[in-house]
């Protein structure tokens, strides 16, 4: 399946402040760049392996569907991961996306990295081994019996394809009708890459505000999964715990960008809401905050997964303006708005 990238989901898209780039630093043959801050695959220089699938925190990137494979994984009587059986590269899947396997999974899951040696894209090795033993703390604390295994038996000479860019996948799936399809969509990829065009966005999707498969899955797991009684101390790869310092102006910049509503903001817009669960790791409301005033905390309080609680990040007087009667937080009478309206008509009228 040819690498797909939803604009409307990439945080870079939904703002120039966004310093996400965990899909370009994944990618170990130079396929993915950014023209004009938006970011762009090269069709030819990627080999679908799908480590930048893999390290996307928002599912804007998909290289191969995690709902299908997990379907098909789990009706198979496979224990093993392997680029070479499953077509994308171990690093294709997340630590969060490791654990929901081992969870559904009745048998323990191999990971094989004996390849990873002789493969352009082990520099990786590293990142699936800690993404390995995340899932696998997550299992323990959920107490589920399953493990994943990294497994290092089978030589990158010994998987005779060679390497990925040369496999007979990628040769044979130039003569089908999907691989035709893919030729004609890399062409007009390469054009826009080439010439750094504006990428098509449909605008109404950049306000809308969901969760990936994977999250939804694993949300799901963990309700019905009972903790196992082991505590929890360190953070999550994939999701991170807030907190907003008394700098914060209520400028609603990470609420109304944030892709997946973990932050929001009460009606009357006077407390700024979060509910770990939903956070993806995202670093926009990080990245989109002038004055820095909200971060991330170093733990990550699991149980939250299942309760799913909303807690408050920061309180505001809340005031009605007297010019336009909506609700604002902050000093004085009148909203931020009206207030600089008020001072560009005095600077107008020289007053
Ligand atoms: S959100 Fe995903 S696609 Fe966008 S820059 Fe980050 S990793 Fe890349
Ligand atoms: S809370 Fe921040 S890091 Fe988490 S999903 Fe929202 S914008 Fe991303």
Redo the contacts with the bound molecule.
């Keep these: 399946m040819a690498i797909k990238l939803s604009f409307e989901s990439c945080?870079r898209t939904r703002s120039v402040s966004s310093e996400c780039a965990k899909c370009i630093d994944s990618c170990a043959y130079d396929a993915l760049s950014l023209v004009q801050n938006s970011v762009r695959i090269n069709l030819d220089g990627c080999v679908e392996c799908g480590a930048c699938d893999g390290a996307c925190?928002?599912g804007a990137i998909e290289s191969f569907s995690f709902e299908n494979f997990i379907d098909g994984f789990l009706s198979s009587s496979s224990t093993l991961l392997d680029c070479k059986k499953d077509a994308v590269c171990c690093a294709a899947f997340s630590a969060d996306e490791l654990f929901c396997l081992a969870a559904l999974s009745k048998k323990d899951i191999y990971v094989e990295l004996g390849y990873c040696d002789g493969c352009k894209s082990g520099a990786l090795k590293e990142t699936i081994e800690d993404r390995i033993k995340e899932a696998n703390a997550l299992c323990d604390y959920y107490g589920v019996n399953q493990k994943l295994f990294a497994k290092y038996t089978t030589t990158f000479e010994e998987g005779k394809e060679g390497s990925v860019e040369l496999s007979k996948r990628s040769l044979f799936g130039l003569f089908t009708k999907d691989g035709v399809k893919k030729s004609a969509e890399k062409l007009k990829s390469d054009e826009e890459f080439m010439s750094g065009k504006e990428a098509t966005i449909d605008y109404a999707l950049l306000k809308t505000k969901k969760l990936p498969f994977k999250r939804e899955l694993f949300l799901k797991i963990a309700e019905k999964l009972e903790p196992s009684g082991k505590e929890w101390s360190g953070g999550l790869s994939f999701?991170?715990d807030?907190y907003i310092d008394e700098t914060c102006d209520n400028c609603s910049l990470?609420?109304s960008?944030?892709?997946?509503?973990?932050?929001s903001v009460t009606q009357m817009k006077n407390a700024i809401l979060?509910s770990?669960h939903?956070?993806?790791?995202?670093?926009?409301?990080?990245?989109?905050c002038a004055k820095k005033s909200?971060s991330?905390l170093p733990t990550f309080e699991l149980s939250t997964f299942k309760t799913k609680n909303k807690k408050v990040l920061i309180k505001f007087k809340a005031r009605v303006c007297e010019s336009c009667g909506s609700v604002f937080s902050g000093e004085g009478s009148e909203c931020p708005r009206c207030s600089a309206e008020s001072e560009d008509a005095r600077e107008l009228l020289g007053l």
């Design positions: 945080v925190p928002t999701a991170t807030k990470c609420y960008l944030c892709p997946s509503e973990a932050l979060f770990p939903l956070c993806l790791r995202c670093a926009l409301c990080e990245d989109v909200i991330s």
